[in-house]
């Protein structure tokens, strides 16, 4: 049964469908970004909400600035703009049908479309899934990068932007002229303080064609911090035959683990949905749960994937049934990681970090390893670097934090243990491949690398200790060394 509004009726018994008339609904959110993450996450929330007769004025209007976001919106409007999410446990399935978005902005080269949409009154929050890596972070000073050519372009034709932040502006100008209050600015990354990250680059972009718009932004518009999970693998032919056996044919399903979690400052001058109702924290205390989340489980993402990798291990919960895998994420998660996580509100830090184990052993998700290998020139200053650089300024052993580090270094020398070479997994693959064959003769070259580590490679023990390490596993194995780690014989 095609996916769409006339057909909602008529899917099989089991699927879900929305609890509630779209026709009621009006547009009150511009998301841009509306990839996997976005549908298996805000959009559900918001379903749940609008099931409860809620908040009809918040619907979403999908959004893109890219020629994969175009694509996504044919799709989607082929059916309907619905969406089927399906959350796997390893005892359940169950499929829900999503209707939070009831349309989808034109994509278009200067981007025009999505300005008109946002400059309307009644759009009151704009908010962005445009990846980790999508916000012009300099690698060096982790700060806004003005060169970038993509920025610089939207600087000499701010009437006609190439990105979501430059289009941002633009709406923002032209509400302000219209005396329209402006947007919340919400983005939903995983990005460490991705509200004040999302403003840095939308008023350093702006200050480049016109610093006084850039101080009326910075003093009027707001940038709520947010901190958001859910495990949601890509779509790929496990998944598009995954929801055809149920009886659905759905262009662009969402397969995602049943847990899901948004934590937001509560900062929107121009009105939200009462997402609190749906399980959405509001909170002051946002960086507390992003830095147990970043250190916890993106941190352990990493732990997990860099052995997992060089062994050829291609599912994540087939790594966790690896023993020696396992116990190296505990270890390093219990003994290195956890002591140096702030106090989170009503949260158990050794729970999390359980439900984090027990996550990411989940079969019926089917994630993969190599996504969570995935980009980690811009992950590991992120996830892993600071936690180093914090248990080092404590006076504690980093070992395994640094022993990760190096089976980071061993798996960008693009093969596995077993001689399988790596396709490329990074967007610096040839950059780190190159550094990664330097540093099997000569380890400093690696930490020399300071968009990823900044000054960490001049600390002389974290830098002795990785040349040990590395040295270690070109010499006797990644298994070989982990265990010794896990021996306390390192």
Not at 83 to 91: G, I, Q, R
Not at 130 to 148: A, C, L, M, N, Q
């Amino acid at each position: 049964m095609k996916l769409n509004e006339a057909n909602l009726s008529y899917l099989p018994a089991g699927i879900a469908t929305p609890g509630y008339d779209r026709s009621s609904l009006t547009p009150g959110i511009v998301h841009i970004g509306t990839g996997n993450f976005h549908r298996a996450h805000m959009a559900v929330y918001l379903d749940d909400l609008f099931a409860m007769g809620l908040d009809h004025d918040w619907a979403i209007l999908g959004a893109g600035v890219r020629e994969g976001d175009e694509k996504m919106r044919v799709l989607l409007e082929g059916q309907d703009y619905l969406s089927s999410v399906t959350e796997l446990d390893p005892d359940t399935t169950t499929t829900r049908i999503i209707g939070a978005m009831p349309g989808f902005v034109p994509v278009a080269s200067d981007n025009a479309p999505l300005i008109a949409a946002m400059s309307a009154p009644h759009i009151r929050i704009v908010s962005l899934t445009v990846t980790e890596g999508g916000y012009f972070i300099d690698p060096k000073t982790g700060t806004f990068s003005p060169e970038h050519p993509a920025i610089q372009r939207d600087a000499a034709n701010p009437d006609a932007p190439e990105t979501a932040f430059g289009a941002i502006i633009a709406a923002l100008k032209a509400r302000r002229a219209a005396g329209v209050l402006p947007f919340t600015v919400m983005c939903c990354d995983n990005v460490p303080h991705n509200g004040h990250v999302t403003r840095d680059v939308i008023v350093g972009l702006c200050r480049l064609f016109d610093a006084e718009m850039a101080g009326w932004i910075t003093a009027n518009v707001a940038f709520p911090n947010s901190m958001v999970d859910r495990i949601t693998p890509a779509t790929g032919p496990r998944e598009l035959q995954m929801v055809q056996d149920m009886g659905v044919e759905d262009a662009a399903p969402v397969t995602c683990e049943a847990f899901r979690q948004w934590v937001v400052e509560d900062n929107f001058p121009a009105g939200r949905p009462a997402l609190e109702k749906v399980g959405v924290t509001f909170t002051d205390a946002v960086d507390a749960y992003e830095t147990m989340k970043i250190r916890i489980l993106n941190g352990g993402h990493a732990i997990i994937a860099y052995p997992g990798g060089l062994k050829d291990i291609h599912f994540v919960h087939e790594a966790m049934q690896d023993d020696q895998i396992r116990a190296f994420l505990d270890k390093v998660e219990t003994d290195e990681i956890l002591p140096i996580v702030p106090p989170v509100p009503n949260t158990d830090l050794d729970a999390y970090k359980q439900l984090i184990l027990d996550r990411c052993s989940n079969p019926a998700v089917a994630d993969t390893v190599r996504r969570l290998c995935l980009d980690g020139s811009n992950r590991q200053p992120k996830f892993i670097v600071p936690s180093i650089r914090d248990v080092v300024s404590r006076g504690r052993d980093a070992t395994g934090l640094i022993l990760l580090s190096a089976l980071w270094c061993r798996y960008c020398f693009g093969t596995s243990e077993n001689g399988t070479e790596i396709a490329p997994n990074d967007p610096n693959w040839e950059r780190l491949t190159l550094a990664a064959a330097q540093a099997k003769s000569d380890p400093a070259v690696w930490l020399a690398m300071r968009e990823v580590y900044g000054d960490l490679g001049q600390n002389e023990a974290v830098s002795a200790r990785f040349a040990e390490l590395l040295n270690a596993i070109w010499a006797e194995g990644s298994v070989v060394v982990i265990q010794r780690y896990l021996d306390g014989t390192l």
